[in-house]
C-alpha cells in the first residue's frame, strides 16, 4: 500500500504534469519541490524527451543532473561511526554491520582476538576505527571476498603502510629497487586499494606523468610517463593491485624515505537500479529501460540436455546489449559496472556458468551470458539484472611515505 502523501503535498506525477504549465512559476516552483524529493526519485522520472514541451524536457534534465550529483556525493562520503563505550572487536564487528551494512569474514580470526577489547573512539571514519581496533587486539584486514565481505586475518597488520583516502582503504608497500645497466634503479610501487564493501568503485584510471615521488631531494622521474592506466576494480582477496614504476638516480641512497602522491580517478555505479527481461528463453528483441539505462536482448537459444541416464542440463544462451544513455566521451569503458554485476534468472534452480562483456563505445556493452538449469526453469525464467542509474567520477590523492628496500 502507498504511504500517503501529507496534507497539501503533490504526488510526483502531478508535479512532473506542472513542468509543461503555462506559468513559468508554476513551473519553476514544480521543479524545486521535486528536487527535494528523495534521490531515490531518480529511477522514477521519465526518460529524457519524453515531456510535452521543450522547456518542460530541459527542467527535467536539470532534475536529474541535481539527483546525480547528490547521489555521486554520496556514493563517495565514507561511512563515519563513533565507538562511544568500551566493547569486544566482536561487537564492534557487530555494530559496524548494523549501522553501515558492512560484512566481516572472521573464520581466521581466533575467539581470544574476538573477545579483545577496545576503548572508546570518536566518530571518525570506518576504515580508521578499524585500523585503530587492529593496532590494539592484533588483527589483520586482509582484502574482500567475491561476496564483499571485509577478510579478516589473525596477526597484526603486515609491513606495509596503511593510508586511507574517502572510502578507499590503502596498503603500499615498500618500494623494492633493481638496478640498471647504467648505474640508475628501478624502483616499483605497488599498492593494494580497498573500498568501502557498500560502495565499491567500477574502475580506477591513473597516469604515470601525474604521480609523483620524491626521494631526499630529488623528484623521481616515471619510468613510463606516457602510461596512461585503466583497470577495472577487482573485488579480490588482497584488493585491487595499483603499481607505477620510477627512475632512482645513482647517487640516492637506498635507505632513503620515498615522498609519495598518487592522484587516482575512481568511477562509481551510483543508485542501483533493477531491470528485467520475462521469460528470457522467448524473448527475442526483447527491451527494458530505466532512466539512463537500457538492457536489450539481441538473441536467446535454448538447447536441451543430451537424453540417457544421467542427462546434462539444460543450457540457455543470451546476447544482451547494455546501454549507458548518459556518459560523457570522457568515460571510455564501463566494462567493470557490468562484470561487478552479474546477471541472474528468477529460478533459483538455474545457474550462470559463463559470463562475457565487451565494451563496444562510449557506456556501450554487449554481453554473452550462459544459463544452466531443468529446462522448464530456463523456459520460464525472467532475466533481472542490477545495474547502476548512472555512472560518476571522484579524483583522490592517495599520499604515503614509505621506505625503500633493496631487492
Given at each position: 500500500?502507498a504511504?500517503?502523501l501529507?496534507?497539501?503535498?503533490?504526488?510526483?506525477?502531478?508535479?512532473?504534469?506542472?513542468?509543461?504549465?503555462?506559468?513559468s512559476r508554476?513551473?519553476l516552483?514544480?521543479?524545486?519541490?521535486?528536487m527535494?524529493?528523495?534521490?531515490?526519485?531518480?529511477?522514477h522520472?521519465?526518460?529524457?524527451g519524453?515531456?510535452?514541451?521543450p522547456?518542460?524536457n530541459?527542467?527535467?534534465?536539470?532534475?536529474r543532473?541535481?539527483?546525480?550529483?547528490?547521489r555521486?556525493?554520496d556514493v563517495?562520503?565514507?561511512?563515519?561511526?563513533?565507538?562511544?563505550?568500551?566493547m569486544?572487536?566482536?561487537s564492534?564487528?557487530?555494530?559496524?554491520?548494523?549501522?553501515?551494512?558492512w560484512k566481516?569474514d572472521?573464520?581466521?580470526?581466533?575467539?581470544?582476538?574476538?573477545g579483545?577489547?577496545?576503548e572508546?573512539?570518536?566518530e571518525m571514519?570506518?576504515?580508521?576505527?578499524?585500523s585503530?581496533a587492529?593496532q590494539?587486539?592484533?588483527?589483520?584486514?586482509?582484502?574482500?571476498s567475491?561476496?564483499?565481505d571485509?577478510?579478516?586475518?589473525?596477526r597484526?597488520e603486515?609491513?606495509?603502510?596503511?593510508?586511507?583516502?574517502?572510502i578507499?582503504r590503502?596498503?603500499?608497500m615498500p618500494?623494492?629497487?633493481?638496478r640498471?645497466g647504467?648505474?640508475?634503479?628501478?624502483?616499483?610501487?605497488?599498492?593494494?586499494?580497498?573500498?568501502?564493501?557498500s560502495?565499491?568503485?567500477?574502475?580506477?584510471?591513473?597516469?604515470d606523468?601525474?604521480?609523483?615521488?620524491?626521494?631526499?631531494q630529488?623528484q623521481?622521474?616515471?619510468?613510463?610517463?606516457?602510461?596512461r592506466?585503466n583497470l577495472?576494480?577487482?573485488?579480490?582477496?588482497?584488493?585491487?593491485?595499483?603499481?607505477?614504476?620510477?627512475?632512482?638516480?645513482a647517487?640516492?641512497?637506498s635507505?632513503a624515505?620515498?615522498d609519495?602522491?598518487?592522484?587516482?580517478?575512481?568511477?562509481?555505479?551510483?543508485?542501483q537500479?533493477?531491470?528485467?527481461?520475462?521469460?528470457?528463453?522467448e524473448?527475442d528483441?526483447?527491451?527494458?529501460?530505466?532512466?539512463?539505462?537500457?538492457l536489450?536482448?539481441?538473441?536467446a537459444?535454448?538447447?536441451?540436455?543430451s537424453?540417457?541416464q544421467?542427462?546434462?542440463?539444460?543450457?540457455?544462451?543470451?546476447?544482451?546489449?547494455?546501454?549507458?544513455?548518459?556518459?560523457s566521451?570522457?568515460?571510455?569503458?564501463?566494462?567493470?559496472?557490468?562484470t561487478?554485476?552479474a546477471?541472474?534468472?528468477?529460478?533459483?534452480?538455474?545457474?550462470?556458468?559463463?559470463?562475457?562483456?565487451?565494451?563496444?563505445?562510449v557506456?556501450?556493452?554487449?554481453?554473452?551470458l550462459?544459463?544452466?538449469g531443468?529446462?522448464?526453469?530456463?523456459?520460464?525464467?525472467?532475466?533481472e539484472?542490477?545495474?547502476?542509474?548512472?555512472?560518476?567520477?571522484?579524483?583522490i590523492t592517495?599520499?604515503a611515505?614509505?621506505?625503500?628496500?633493496?631487492k
Amino acid at each position: 500500500m502507498a504511504t500517503p502523501l501529507p496534507a497539501g503535498e503533490k504526488s510526483l506525477s502531478q508535479q512532473l504534469d506542472e513542468l509543461s504549465a503555462p506559468q513559468s512559476r508554476v513551473r519553476l516552483h514544480a521543479a524545486e519541490q521535486i528536487m527535494t524529493r528523495e534521490t531515490q526519485t531518480l529511477a522514477h522520472l521519465p526518460a529524457a524527451g519524453t515531456l510535452p514541451t521543450p522547456g518542460a524536457n530541459d527542467l527535467l534534465e536539470r532534475i536529474r543532473l541535481n539527483f546525480e550529483q547528490r547521489r555521486a556525493d554520496d556514493v563517495a562520503r565514507p561511512h563515519r561511526i563513533a565507538v562511544e563505550k568500551r566493547m569486544s572487536v566482536s561487537s564492534l564487528f557487530t555494530q559496524i554491520s548494523n549501522q553501515c551494512g558492512w560484512k566481516f569474514d572472521t573464520t581466521r580470526l581466533n575467539e581470544s582476538v574476538l573477545g579483545r577489547q577496545i576503548e572508546s573512539v570518536p566518530e571518525m571514519s570506518v576504515w580508521k576505527v578499524l585500523s585503530h581496533a587492529s593496532q590494539t587486539a592484533q588483527f589483520a584486514v586482509r582484502g574482500m571476498s567475491p561476496s564483499g565481505d571485509l577478510i579478516l586475518i589473525d596477526r597484526p597488520e603486515a609491513s606495509g603502510t596503511v593510508v586511507t583516502k574517502g572510502i578507499v582503504r590503502s596498503t603500499i608497500m615498500p618500494a623494492r629497487t633493481r638496478r640498471l645497466g647504467d648505474g640508475r634503479r628501478l624502483l616499483t610501487v605497488t599498492a593494494d586499494l580497498l573500498a568501502e564493501p557498500s560502495k565499491l568503485p567500477v574502475r580506477v584510471q591513473w597516469h604515470d606523468s601525474d604521480s609523483k615521488a620524491i626521494a631526499g631531494q630529488a623528484q623521481l622521474k616515471p619510468w613510463t610517463p606516457d602510461a596512461r592506466r585503466n583497470l577495472p576494480w577487482i573485488n579480490r582477496d588482497g584488493g585491487t593491485p595499483l603499481t607505477i614504476r620510477f627512475v632512482l638516480p645513482a647517487d640516492i641512497e637506498s635507505e632513503a624515505v620515498l615522498d609519495l602522491s598518487l592522484p587516482v580517478t575512481l568511477t562509481y555505479g551510483a543508485g542501483q537500479v533493477e531491470l528485467s527481461i520475462p521469460r528470457i528463453a522467448e524473448s527475442d528483441g526483447a527491451f527494458d529501460r530505466v532512466g539512463h539505462v537500457a538492457l536489450k536482448v539481441q538473441d536467446a537459444q535454448l538447447r536441451e540436455g543430451s537424453s540417457g541416464q544421467s542427462p546434462e542440463p539444460a543450457r540457455l544462451r543470451v546476447e544482451a546489449a547494455v546501454r549507458f544513455l548518459n556518459c560523457s566521451a570522457e568515460l571510455e569503458s564501463h566494462t567493470g559496472a557490468v562484470t561487478n554485476a552479474a546477471p541472474r534468472l528468477s529460478k533459483s534452480s538455474t545457474q550462470l556458468v559463463e559470463y562475457r562483456a565487451v565494451g563496444t563505445g562510449v557506456g556501450r556493452f554487449d554481453a554473452t551470458l550462459i544459463f544452466e538449469g531443468p529446462i522448464e526453469a530456463l523456459r520460464t525464467s525472467d532475466l533481472e539484472w542490477s545495474l547502476p542509474q548512472t555512472l560518476v567520477e571522484e579524483q583522490i590523492t592517495i599520499e604515503a611515505k614509505i621506505p625503500i628496500a633493496e631487492k
